[in-house]
């Protein structure tokens, strides 16, 4: 198991991608990560193209396609050599997925130009921001986030094989990738650190990756599918971690909005009205969905 720092293309490609309200599964935008943004980076329009971006993206579920975007490049450097382009000239030894390349070349021009005039107008700033403070913070918070995931292995020994990328634009979300895990990590206010916009720490970006391993190893035919298989398989297995992971994961699921998750296991018949309404009053989803994960085994 390894637990790095990720890249400085896949830190920008989540940033933008946080400025970006599309509403839907998947969704990485959050108001205090643009307001951190704009006080730490000014605006230069990246909240006014996430809108717009975020608007067609409602109206067009083919630009899903964009939620790969952290894997198109391999640097910053990849990029820097492209961004002068529009994305529909790129070949597809320029990126690192070509397949993914294609499918964004095959979805709304307008959109999809954007997204990457975007990228390269916000690379500067947010790359000497990210030199400057943000790697170092979240350089420091490895080891810790290192040593929850350690203290999960007992009970998700398969996360041993996983390799774990933390992310600044995350917060307390994470993304499953073919060949990473990408979690959100808090870092506290310090000497040449940045101010945390999250309250995120090594315990949760831990259960972040649980959870996001889950997700990924169900390999269900749907969204909600993955995410309520996933939830009620880490709710079951976390039962048997050290007291404060138990704490993290109890604490993260009371913030989670589960009514897309929901309704969708309800439509597959995985779980039922009397559950859902448990699910969605006040009271311990934690110990509601261990209940579920024993019965189901």
């Known amino acids: 198991m390894a637990v ?6 896949t830190q920008l490609a989540l940033h933008v991608l946080a400025h970006v309200p599309q509403g839907g599964p998947g969704e990485l935008y959050d108001a205090r990560y643009v307001a951190w943004s704009t006080q730490a980076l000014g605006d230069h329009g990246l909240a006014a193209d996430g809108a717009v971006i975020g608007a067609r993206w409602r109206g067009d579920p083919g630009l899903a396609a964009l939620h790969g975007l952290p894997e198109l490049f391999g640097s910053l450097a990849a990029l820097r ?3 002068a382009r529009p994305l529909a000239s790129l070949r597809a030894d320029e990126v690192a997925s070509p397949a993914l390349l294609a499918a964004l070349q095959g979805q709304d021009e307008v959109t999809v130009e954007l997204v990457f005039a975007a ?9 000497a921001e990210l030199r400057a403070t943000i790697l170092p913070a979240m350089e420091e918070a490895r080891e810790a986030v290192a040593d929850a995931v350690d203290a999960l292995l007992p009970a998700f020994p398969a996360l041993a094989e996983a ?11 994470g993304r499953a990738l073919p060949r990473r895990l ?3 990590v808090g870092v506290g206010v310090g000497v040449g650190a940045p101010a945390a916009w999250s309250d995120g720490d090594a315990a949760t970006s831990a259960v972040l990756a649980a959870h996001e391993h889950a997700v990924r190893a169900c390999a269900a035919r749907s969204y909600a599918i993955a995410e309520w298989r996933a939830l009620v398989e ?11 992971l138990r704490d993290a994961h109890a604490r993260w699921l009371a913030d989670l909005d589960l009514s897309g998750v929901l309704a969708g296991a ?7 009205p009397a559950e859902i309404a ?13 209940g579920l994960s024993r019965r189901a085994g």
Do not use: K, N, Q, S
């Not at 390799?163 to 979300?173: D, I, K, S, T």
């Not at 309800?266 to 039922?272: D, F, H, K, R, W």
């Open 4 to 9: 790095t720092v990720a890249d400085g293309y």
């Open 234 to 244: 880490v709710a079951g297995r976390i039962t048997r971690c050290p007291a404060d």
């Open 163 to 173: 390799r774990v990328e933390l992310a600044w634009a995350l917060g307390r979300r």
């Open 119 to 127: 990228l390269g107008l916000a690379a500067p700033g947010f790359t």
């Open 182 to 184: 990408l979690v959100g």
């Open 81 to 83: 050599r492209c961004a």
């Open 278 to 290: 448990a699910l969605t009053a006040p009271g311990d989803r934690a110990a509601i969905l261990a």
């Open 266 to 272: 309800l439509a597959a018949g995985l779980t039922t």
